[in-house]
């Protein structure tokens, strides 16, 4: 079954702590994406990737970190100096950037205390 | 500046009921594409569709309609007879060929009531 994964489903985790959550597909996409979504409100980009050992800000990059060493994989670190980390993390990819539809993961539920 | 509207907050309707959510965009490019999502209570993302800006042809596909009007820049869903399955946020999304990202809409809850 083609698809992406994203673990862990929740995530908890103590202020001043980095985390990092996993994205993985096997779609063969060449472009991968994070997404942040907050209670009530639409997607804002954090990071994108449109091939292997490149990556770019989205709009709200600060805070977080990214790499792009495999194809399948776009692992998102949230850092300390991430403000407000509590969200919900999508991962999403697609045959290439621009006008393709971009097939997204379960997320992921981060909540930092 | 590239924008999606999705005025429509939340709507509630009975079961059975046809609902239309409405998308209005603004973009400067000749060449763009339309998409719309489903978000269920289970927060993954289900692609519905994808239309570029040289085809306005109606799509169908079962209960699903999507109008595309150029004249009026909107991209509008319709459910035909809603079943309570429906219930979700739909998101409504524009990519440019000049711009990598996709704009979002801020989304429309819809609830289907029994």
């Known amino acids: 079954d083609g698809g992406i994964t994203q673990s862990p489903k929740y995530l908890f985790r103590k202020e001043g702590q980095n985390v990092t959550l996993s994205c993985e597909q096997n779609l063969n996409h060449d472009a991968m994406y994070w997404y942040r979504q907050d209670p009530g409100q639409g997607l804002r980009l954090i990071y994108y990737s449109q091939i292997v050992n490149d990556f770019q800000k989205g709009d709200i990059a600060e805070g977080y970190s990214v790499s792009r060493e495999k194809k399948e994989s776009f692992p998102l670190t949230v850092t300390s100096a991430q403000k407000n980390p509590t969200a919900f993390y999508l991962c999403a990819s697609s045959i290439r950037t621009g006008g393709y539809e971009q097939y997204f993961g379960p997320g992921t539920r981060l909540t930092v205390t | 500046a590239q924008k999606v509207t999705q005025a429509q907050t939340e709507i509630s309707v009975v079961e059975k009921e046809d609902v239309t959510l409405d998308c209005v965009y603004e973009t400067r490019d000749t060449t763009y594409y339309l998409f719309w999502y489903k978000q269920p209570p289970s927060g993954e993302l289900v692609f519905l569709i994808r239309r570029n800006s040289f085809d306005e042809q109606n799509e169908i596909s079962g209960r699903y309609s999507w109008n595309f009007q150029k004249s009026t820049s909107s991209f509008n869903f319709t459910i035909t007879a809603s079943q309570v399955v429906d219930s979700a946020v739909y998101f409504c999304?524009?990519?440019?060929?000049?711009?990598?990202?996709?704009?979002w809409g801020a989304g429309t809850k819809l609830i289907i009531k029994p």
């Open positions: 999304a524009l990519s440019e060929d000049s711009n990598y990202q996709l704009i």
